[in-house]
């Protein structure tokens, strides 16, 4: 079953600190790997997209790496901000079921508190 | 741009009665996808539409069905609503193989 795990599941970190989130998936056919941030009670913002044949991207303070062999992808916060507290969730796009599939992790929450 | 948009926000139905979710997109998309939300259960696709004039089903299809209206326009329809149909349904556009783009979500209670 094609699956996508992320690490840790709740993140509470003080202002200023880099952080990493981790994302991991069983299939290593993906087309691409993105990562959104959620508000409560809000939608999806799409932060990073990295397709299948590069390693990272990068957007502001955040980066965000792709390493296909080992079923791994990293999202890094630099200093962060209060304002950086959400749900960031990964997403890889796979082929599954006889269609090209967004799957989903269940997200990890992050507190940046002052 | 406005992005992808959905109506309604908000929307609580009775068992039984029936509904129509609209989405809509302006960044030229061709594909759009309907996806619901529920706590444990994460994000699951509904239908999809991966260019104007095709629809196919996705991992949870029953009790929905899709119009895709024109290039702009995706809309979900519950026929009769059921209590497990409450959750958050996000409409999603994006190019094939490009990131996708996410509405605002429809909050749904079905009493």
């Known amino acids: 079953k094609q699956e996508v795990t992320q690490i840790p599941a709740a993140l509470s970190v003080p202002e200023g600190e880099n952080l990493v989130l981790n994302c991991s998936f069983t299939?290593?056919?993906?087309?691409?790997l993105q990562w959104f941030r959620q508000d409560p009670g809000k939608g999806l913002t799409s932060l990073l997209l990295?397709?299948?044949?590069?390693r990272e991207q990068t957007s502001g303070r955040l980066n965000a790496s792709l390493d296909k062999s080992s079923g791994r992808s990293t999202l890094y916060i630099a200093a962060s901000q209060p304002g950086d507290s959400a749900t960031y969730l990964c997403a890889a796009l796979m082929f599954s079921g006889g269609y090209n599939k967004l799957i989903f992790g269940a997200g990890t929450r992050l507190a940046v508190h002052p | 741009n406005a992005g992808v948009t959905q109506t309604p926000k908000f929307q609580v139905l009775k068992t039984g009665q029936s509904m129509t979710l609209q989405c809509a997109q302006d960044m030229n998309h061709n594909s759009m996808y309907w996806y619901r939300q529920d706590p444990g259960m994460g994000l699951r696709l509904i239908y999809y539409s991966a260019s104007e004039g095709t629809t196919d089903k996705g991992e949870v299809p029953n009790g929905y069905n899709v119009s895709r209206l024109n290039k702009r326009e995706f809309s979900l329809r519950l026929e009769s609503a059921a209590p497990s149909q409450t959750s958050v349904y996000f409409c999603?556009?994006?190019?094939?193989?490009?990131?996708?783009?996410f509405g605002p979500g429809t909050r749904l209670l079905v009493l």
């Open positions: 990295i397709q299948s044949s590069q």
């Open positions: 299939d290593s056919a993906i087309y691409n």
């Open positions: 999603a556009s994006s190019e094939a193989g490009r990131a996708q783009y």
